[in-house]
């Protein structure tokens, strides 16, 4: 198997603490931005790349899909999914995202939730989901934006007293791997350039539907700890894209 901090008991601990942890969609500060960018599920075969908690695959099913495939390293990930997520169209299966191998044209929608900032080549899986969409296939993915991924760390800069300074951004154009620190460990990550995420799209022939950098609601801004801060860079990337 690959790479898998998320089967790290204390890791999956402290993730399991985390606002869209404990409170799904509505806990996940970029929602309301995915959501707009979503195609229409009714009679659709849903993939979810990286599903985790499954909550994408849940509201594509009681949106009309018939039938959702999420696929996780995560064996935990999946467990959750399972106890939180059941559905009768929904099949849960632990498959890293680069060993998938489905037929062409097997799915109508493909998801992807803050996961491919942790495969080594975005261009590899980009490929396999070209494959599997048919034409005018939906391709609807969020990342980890390159300005956070690009000095490494992903932690503010701080003054002696432990105020926010500001956020680093350095290396951008060196693409790669990266040793960030999240939920106080030590997880590898890697960043690539805006620049590639839409080329690679482009050369797989797809072509751009959506494109945003979420800002967190107004609804969260007061009652998430540090979710002001969120303002101040952007955190995640989210695109929307159609097989031509």
Request: charged share 25%; aromatic share 12%; hydrophobic share 40%.
């Given at each position: 198997m690959?790479?898998?901090?998320?089967?790290?008991e204390?890791?999956?601990?402290?993730?399991?603490?985390?606002?869209r942890?404990?409170?799904?969609?509505?806990?996940?500060?970029?929602?309301?931005?995915l959501?707009?960018?979503?195609?229409?599920?009714?009679?659709?075969?849903v993939l979810?790349?990286g599903?985790?908690?499954?909550?994408?695959?849940?509201?594509?099913?009681?949106?009309?899909?018939?039938?959702?495939t999420?696929i996780?390293?995560?064996?935990?990930?999946?467990a959750?999914?399972r106890?939180?997520?059941?559905?009768?169209v929904?099949h849960?299966?632990?498959?890293?995202?680069?060993?998938i191998?489905f037929p062409?044209?097997?799915f109508?929608?493909?998801l992807?939730?803050?996961?491919?900032h942790y495969?080594e080549?975005?261009?590899?899986?980009?490929?396999?989901v070209?494959?599997?969409?048919?034409?005018g296939?939906?391709f609807?993915?969020?990342?980890?934006?390159?300005?956070?991924?690009a000095?490494?760390t992903q932690?503010?800069?701080?003054?002696?007293?432990?105020?926010?300074l500001?956020f680093?951004?350095d290396r951008?154009?060196?693409?790669?791997?990266?040793?960030?620190?999240f939920?106080?460990?030590?997880?590898?990550k890697?960043?690539?350039t805006?620049?590639?995420?839409?080329?690679?799209?482009?050369q797989?022939g797809?072509h751009?539907?959506?494109?945003?950098?979420?800002?967190?609601?107004?609804?969260l801004l007061?009652?998430?700890?540090?979710m002001r801060?969120?303002?101040?860079?952007p955190?995640?990337?989210?695109?929307a894209?159609?097989?031509?």
């Amino acid at each position: 198997m690959k790479e898998n901090k998320y089967d790290d008991e204390v890791f999956f601990e402290k993730y399991k603490q985390m606002e869209r942890s404990q409170k799904g969609l509505e806990g996940a500060g970029e929602w309301e931005t995915l959501q707009a960018l979503l195609p229409d599920f009714a009679g659709k075969r849903v993939l979810d790349l990286g599903c985790g908690y499954g909550w994408h695959c849940l509201y594509a099913a009681e949106h009309g899909a018939v039938a959702v495939t999420g696929i996780d390293i995560s064996e935990r990930m999946l467990a959750a999914a399972r106890a939180k997520n059941s559905h009768e169209v929904i099949h849960y299966c632990r498959i890293p995202m680069e060993d998938i191998a489905f037929p062409e044209d097997s799915f109508d929608i493909v998801l992807s939730s803050l996961a491919f900032h942790y495969l080594e080549s975005f261009a590899a899986i980009v490929a396999k989901v070209s494959a599997m969409l048919p034409h005018g296939g939906d391709f609807v993915f969020s990342v980890e934006h390159p300005v956070f991924t690009a000095y490494g760390t992903q932690d503010w800069i701080y003054d002696g007293q432990g105020n926010i300074l500001h956020f680093p951004v350095d290396r951008y154009f060196y693409e790669g791997k990266r040793e960030a620190h999240f939920l106080g460990e030590q997880v590898v990550k890697y960043h690539r350039t805006l620049t590639t995420y839409i080329n690679v799209l482009l050369q797989h022939g797809f072509h751009i539907t959506g494109l945003q950098e979420p800002q967190p609601p107004v609804r969260l801004l007061d009652t998430v700890p540090g979710m002001r801060d969120e303002l101040r860079r952007p955190m995640m990337l989210i695109i929307a894209a159609q097989k031509k």
